[in-house]
């Protein structure tokens, strides 16, 4: 049993670990972060080249098996992934963390939804979380942005008032707090990413009577098997043994 596993998250690098060295697992990451935390096991890194690039790639390496343990918002590799398993008889499995209860957030359909309910809201003070793709919708707004990402984005994605914060989490409920205080923040802009290592700004932001919109997220391609934990992943895995 040869397993492709897309990673590049926590639960990721957790079902490589749950399964090395019992299976044969490769894991594929993006390779958009310098310095990536790498899970147990032969790893590859960087892009396949679209739908025709990980078809070849697929049969090339004679995979049994794809668990596709991307972030959540990873929309497009997840189509792909899906689209060339059905095609090829693959067995194919989604590893998504649940998401989280918006709970009073305002949800919101795409970044470009966010810009528009913060402008319209009149927001003044915003910690954006969202990810360095998702900062180019936020350029033409006139408020002022704290903006926390892995790795810089662009200059010309910026909004013009702005913070740049470059910090991976997990992130503490403390510093959390510390950090929308001292900005004085009245509104956090988030992806439903779900899991434990970014809940933190949630919680602070609750208790700090902030505001909060969150971009939903985008659905998963119709008829895919998707598991909310490593261990249901892993007992997947197993079962194709």
């Known amino acids: 049993m040869r397993v492709l596993l897309l990673g590049g998250t926590a639960e990721g690098r957790e079902l490589a ?6 299976v044969d697992i490769v894991s594929s990451l993006a390779g958009r972060v310098p310095d990536p935390a790498l899970p147990v096991g032969p790893v590859r890194v960087g892009g396949f080249g679209g ?3 990980l078809r070849n790639w697929l049969q090339d390496e004679r995979i049994d098996a794809v668990v596709d343990a991307t972030h959540p918002f990873a929309s497009t590799m997840t189509a792909h992934a899906a689209l060339v398993c059905a095609e090829l008889a693959v067995p194919y499995l989604v590893l998504a963390r649940p998401p989280w209860d918006p709970g009073p957030a305002s949800v919101v359909a795409s970044n470009t939804d966010a810009a528009e309910h913060v ?3 009149g927001f003044s003070r915003v910690f954006l979380t969202t990810g360095r793709s998702g900062i180019r919708a936020f350029v033409g707004c006139d408020a002022w942005f704290l903006i926390r990402a ?6 010309d994605t910026l909004p013009r008032h702005h913070h740049l914060v470059l910090s991976r989490g997990p992130f503490r409920y403390d510093d959390e707090a510390k950090l929308m205080i001292e900005h004085r923040i009245d ?7 779900g899991g434990d290592m970014t809940r933190a700004k949630l919680d602070a932001a609750a208790a700090l009577g902030i505001a909060v919109v969150m971009v939903a997220r985008p659905e998963l391609p119709r008829g895919v098997t998707a598991v909310g934990t490593v261990a249901e992943a892993a007992q997947w895995v197993e079962g194709l043994c």
């Open 17 to 22: 670990k749950a399964l090395h060295p019992q």
């Open 51 to 53: 739908v025709d690039g």
């Open 119 to 121: 402008v319209h809201e």
């Open 150 to 155: 892995v790795t810089a984005p662009a200059g």
């Open 187 to 193: 509104v956090l802009v988030t992806k439903n990413s």
